[in-house]
C-alpha cells in the first residue's frame, strides 16, 4: 500500500511526546497523546478539552477525523464529544479532542495517554444537482430501524 505523506508540527508543549503512530501494523488510524502540562481529572457525566500537541496539513482533497479509542470506551465509559471530529485540509491549528466521561468513576488523563485516534481518508467534492424527484429504491423513505431492529 501507498502512503500518504502528512506534514506534522509538534508543538513546543509536546516537544517530549511521540508523534501520532500506529499500535499494530494493519490499524486504520494512528494514536493521539494527551498533551497535558498536568494530569486532568475528568469526573462522570463531565468533560475536558484535551490538547494533543501536534497540528497538521494534509494534502489536498483529504480529511482527518479524530474518533474514539475502543478500549478507552469499552474499560472506562470515556466518548469524544463531536465524534467524529472532521479535521479539514486547510485547519492548521493544534489537534484538540473533547473527552466526555460517560464511566461511573472520575478517569485521570495523563500526559503521554493514547487518548484518541486520527484517521486520514479522502473526501468527495460533492456537486449538487437539484433534482423534482429521487430514483426508487427497495428501501425509500425508511430510516431509523425500518431494515430491522
Known sequence: MKSLPVSVRRLPHAADLALPARQSAHAAGVDLLA???APVEISPGAFARIP?????????GHEAQVRPRSGLSAKHGLFLLNSPGTIDE???GEIAVLVANFGST?????RGLRIAQL???PVARVEWREVP???PTDRGAGGFGSTGA
Do not use: C, K, M, Q
Open 90 to 92: 486547510d485547519y492548521r
Open 106 to 110: 472520575p478517569f485521570r488523563v495523563e
Open 119 to 121: 484517521v486520514v481518508s
Open 35 to 37: 498533551a497535558v502540562d
Open 52 to 60: 494533543t500537541g501536534v497540528a497538521i496539513a494534509l494534502p489536498e
Open 133 to 135: 424527484e429521487l430514483p
